[in-house]
């Protein structure tokens, strides 16, 4: 084989190999963006208690898709400006908002009672629910969403929570559509609800 | 004697006065700007103020607490999110406020934070507001309380600020 083919052939290697590369590495940004898991994996049963202190399950979110977010009553501004974006997202959606779940998650819930997340819930929309449950209920639906929450100690023998601050919209099939991010514009995030609307009727 | 018993009455007024603003060299050096909180929900345990916070002075000060008779307890946090978590830091040794510069208190940024609430934080009402320098001294604001509007990323607010805010924000050294 002349030498000049064999310089060929390598540069065709080469350039195949580069394109395999970057046909992988897509493949991995584009799973990185369903952060990083399979959307399949995001969600899962549980067991918690509502704000009316009535035991639930994911069988209270049946029927219809859902809008879920993780956060704590002693959230002095991120989980507020949320729930109230929320609320005003609801107001928008009109009639349509009957077709959605919209809860809320207590990732603290050994401050977060039923009875304080119920009064916590009265200053936001209606539609919204309030979950909490033991330490246990509540790591394990955290794990199942992927929910990163951390209790921080302070000084005073207190403590805060990190917790993740998106809003996790589940289909009626319980499948992980998309999220919502923290202060996500009105355009954007109507249009994800708006979407979510649409994936009423289990499709897969 | 009644008369230098009077006397004397007036002078201790007047020291005690002018007792802080003797600390001074040439009037307030920390101007405490558009402060405000906002309204919280029903059951809430904790609140937020936020401010612009300008030192006028050409040495450093540090904003090292607060106290208010709304809360039982005041601390100066710093909330960020990253990577979609929220984090929540009290922060250390207090807040540096640098020499002829100023801190804005902001959502996603520092806060006051108020701890133990007594009663939810309602828009059109104020709290009063001792904050603890370590040079200034104690400065005592008067924080009017805004509804839970929209803050689109503080656009909103600081508009707000400039409507209301400002008359009702005075300041007053203690």
Request: glycine residues 8%.
């Amino acid at each position: 084989m002349p030498a000049r083919h064999v310089v060929l052939m390598t540069m065709a290697g080469v350039c195949g190999f580069a394109v395999a590369a970057v046909a992988i590495f897509a493949g991995i940004s584009r799973v990185e963006q369903n952060r990083g898991a399979p959307a399949t994996q995001i969600g899962g049963p549980f067991t918690l208690i509502d704000d009316a202190g009535v035991p639930v399950t994911e069988a209270a979110l049946a029927g219809k898709p859902s809008a879920i977010y993780f956060g704590y009553t002693y959230c002095p501004e991120i989980c507020p400006t949320t729930l109230l974006d929320l609320s005003r997202w609801i107001a928008k959606l009109g009639p349509d908002a009957d077709k959605l779940n919209y809860v809320f998650v207590s990732i603290d819930p050994e401050r977060d009672t039923p009875q304080l997340m119920h009064t916590y819930l009265s200053s936001f929309d209606k539609h919204i629910r309030g979950f909490t449950g033991t330490p246990e209920q509540v790591a394990t639906i955290a794990k199942e969403y992927r929910v990163y929450y951390k209790k921080i100690p302070t000084q005073d023998g207190s403590y805060v929570m990190d917790h993740s601050s998106i809003i996790y919209l589940m289909a009626a099939n319980r499948k992980f559509v998309s999220t919502i991010a923290y202060q996500e514009n009105d355009a954007a995030a109507l249009a994800k609800l708006r979407n979510l609307l649409g994936t009423t009727t289990p499709s897969s | 004697m009644r008369y230098l018993s009077k006397s004397f009455i007036v002078l201790a007024v007047l020291i005690a006065a002018a007792s802080p603003a003797s600390t001074q060299q040439t009037g307030p050096s920390i101007a405490v700007e558009r402060p405000y909180a906002r309204a919280t929900p029903a059951g809430a345990q904790t609140g937020a103020v936020d401010m612009n916070v300008d030192n006028k002075s050409h040495a450093a000060d540090r904003l090292v607490g607060a106290s208010s008779d709304v809360a039982d307890k005041l601390q100066i946090h710093e909330t960020t999110v990253v990577n979609g978590v929220m984090q929540i830091r009290e922060v250390a040794g207090g807040l540096a406020i640098p020499a002829d510069g100023s801190v804005k208190l902001k959502p996603g940024s520092y806060h006051v934070m108020l701890i133990g609430l007594k009663k939810p934080l309602k828009a059109g009402e104020t709290l009063p507001l001792t904050l603890m320098f370590e040079k200034a001294g104690n400065i005592s604001v008067t924080v009017p309380v805004q509804a839970m509007t929209k803050s689109d990323n503080g656009g909103d607010m600081s508009n707000m600020h400039d409507n209301h805010g400002g008359a009702m924000g005075h300041m007053e050294m203690k």
